[in-house]
């Protein structure tokens, strides 16, 4: 219930006195946090951040990412570096900030308590060379600062003034606040005890039992310390937080752990405001300590401190320290295109005077423009009229020549004759047009020059017109010479489509054809075979 209970006492302060709102700073009692040293081989500063971070990953017990976490170096003898880790959960650290955010109070540092403590006394004893231990003994837990001119080792343990309160309460069968307010009414003298009072026995039985078990962990602390460090115990215990006044605790500490146990009095080096009353902060100078400490990191550059600031937050809080910055930036770009924009409304009015002179001119141009498009479109137009019968004519000799070569087919095959040829028109394709002449070669129907442009006019002309896709349906017979009609066994059928395939053969072999397709075979007369066949004309050899 600690914390809902923190934010209503907050919530009382930030009603009473408006000063209690804005950024604020909050120290992180020891028993939330992980703190843990640890060693590092001596390494320059910009790769110091990632052997940290891999530490870290091995020695926080919980995945980085659901942590949030910083470091400080506490130690450095040029060989090691003794860092400091400091870890506390993400989803803890959220729900703090955000919590003192509906307060009106916006977090811009989170400490760790034991480092404060450090700065506190470095303070007052900047100088000091024994090796001490500074005791903040708080409610919850108590906060174990080891010192030595070689470093620091910090530790928590889980014993406070909140055991002592619930031991009491135990033993007088009352409430836990209850029972907290016997132990400050008793070790005040705010309420007389009768010496015959039974409680008076039972409150002085618990003080004993808490300060042995104080004792015992202070002992255990100090064994862990020179285990870890290699150094030597401390000489003195210093004495700090509220659970520190339970009377008779320091002649306690001094005759078990054999060495001087006094108080630490972090006020010492700080001036007090006029309107603090001293009487007042005499009696509280204990509980400041690391209000002491956070002061001093603030004004001091070698002081100590861990801030476990949720990232995002980091973030924001960055942000707005560049909003000045951003602001005046946006203002100072606003700015800059004004020159450029008089310049340009300047030239804009001057290309204005000079675009009207010019539309005039350009509207006669385009008028031009327009009569000169039309003649030239019917130009185009009879011209590709033109180059259409121009082709035909310089295709007319396409049939002599095929005829030539299809008679050339039929000789070289011998006893065939073709009794019908019936042509057939398909689509249109685009294809350039190829003219032959008797001879068979490509020339475009005339000689010299006046061929070559007919060859271009017929050119033009396929690419105005599509040429068009011929099929000639043959029908003819062959003979066969040596048959005997009146034996039927003489007849070869395999004889007469080998003679046909030639023929075929040579039929496909002629430029004019692009394809030609067997058709069925007629053996009614078995000396005289009638036969089919259609053959494509190319598109671009057009007859």
């Known amino acids: 219930a600690w914390l809902p209970a923190l934010a209503e006492g907050l919530r009382d302060l930030a009603r009473s006195n408006s000063r209690f709102r804005g950024k604020a700073t909050f120290i992180l009692p020891g028993y939330q946090l992980l703190i843990k040293p640890i060693k590092i081989p001596h390494v320059e500063e910009s790769k110091r951040g990632q052997i940290v971070a891999f530490e870290a990953q091995n020695n926080i017990p919980f995945p980085l990412a659901e942590a949030v976490w910083g470091s400080q170096v506490i130690a450095d003898d040029g060989i090691e570096s003794e860092v400091l880790l400091a870890a506390q959960k993400a989803e803890a650290s959220n729900r703090f900030c955000g919590l003192m955010s509906t307060i009106g109070l916006e977090p ?112 255990q602390s100090i064994i ?38 006094d108080y630490f009095n972090p006020t010492l080096t700080v001036g007090v405001g006029s309107r603090v009353d001293r009487g007042t902060l005499g009696q509280l100078y204990y509980q400041i300590s690391e209000t002491v400490g956070e002061a001093v990191r603030l004004v001091k550059p070698d002081a100590m401190g861990v801030n476990l600031l949720p990232p995002i937050i980091k973030s924001r809080l960055q942000f707005q320290k560049q909003k000045p910055f951003l602001v005046l930036a946006a203002a100072a770009l606003a700015i800059a295109p004004l020159p450029m924009l008089y310049r340009y409304y300047e030239q804009k009015a001057l290309l204005s005077n000079e675009t009207s002179s010019w539309d005039a001119q350009s509207n006669h141009l385009r008028s031009i423009g327009k009569e000169i498009d039309a003649s030239t479109k019917d130009a185009d137009d009879t011209i590709a009229l033109i180059s259409k019968y121009e082709g035909l004519y310089n295709s007319r000799f396409n049939w002599i020549t095929f005829f030539a070569q299809l008679q050339d087919a039929l000789v070289e095959t ?20 190829i003219t032959h002449t008797p001879s068979g070669n490509s020339t475009g129907g005339r000689n010299g020059n006046g061929g070559r442009k007919a060859a271009a006019a017929a050119a033009a002309a396929a690419r105005q017109a599509p040429a068009m896709i011929y099929t000639l349906k043959f029908n003819g017979r062959m003979l066969l010479r040596d048959i005997d009609p009146d034996n039927p066994k003489a007849f070869d059928a395999d004889a007469v489509k080998s003679t046909i395939n030639k023929m075929l053969k040579s039929f496909n072999d002629i430029p004019f054809v692009q394809s030609v397709a067997e058709g069925p075979l007629d053996f009614g007369d078995k000396r005289m075979i009638g036969f089919e066949f259609t053959v494509t004309i190319k598109p671009e050899n057009p007859l």
């Open 224 to 261: 862990a310390y020179r285990r870890a460090s290699g150094r030597a115990a401390p000489v003195r215990i210093l004495l700090t937080g509220r659970g520190s006044l339970l009377a008779g605790l320091p002649e306690y500490l001094s005759e078990a752990q054999k060495v001087s146990v």
């Open 108 to 219: 811009v540092a989170l400490q760790p308590s034991s480092l404060l403590d450090f700065n506190a006394y470095k303070l007052v004893h900047p100088s000091d060379l024994e090796d001490t231990l500074l005791i903040n003994i708080g409610a919850r837990s108590s906060n174990l600062t080891f010192i030595s001119p070689a470093g620091l080792f910090i530790r928590n343990i889980s014993v406070g003034g909140n055991s002592l309160t619930q031991a009491i309460a135990d033993g007088v069968g009352k409430t836990f606040a209850q029972g907290e307010d016997v132990k400050i009414s008793f070790y005040t003298g705010q309420t007389t005890f009768e010496a015959e009072d039974p409680a008076v026995n039972l409150i002085q039985t618990k003080a004993q039992d808490f300060m042995k078990r104080l004792s015992q962990q202070i002992t």
């Open 414 to 433: 011998q006893d065939i004759w073709i009794d019908s040829m019936i042509p057939d028109r398909e689509l249109p394709v685009s294809v350039p047009v």
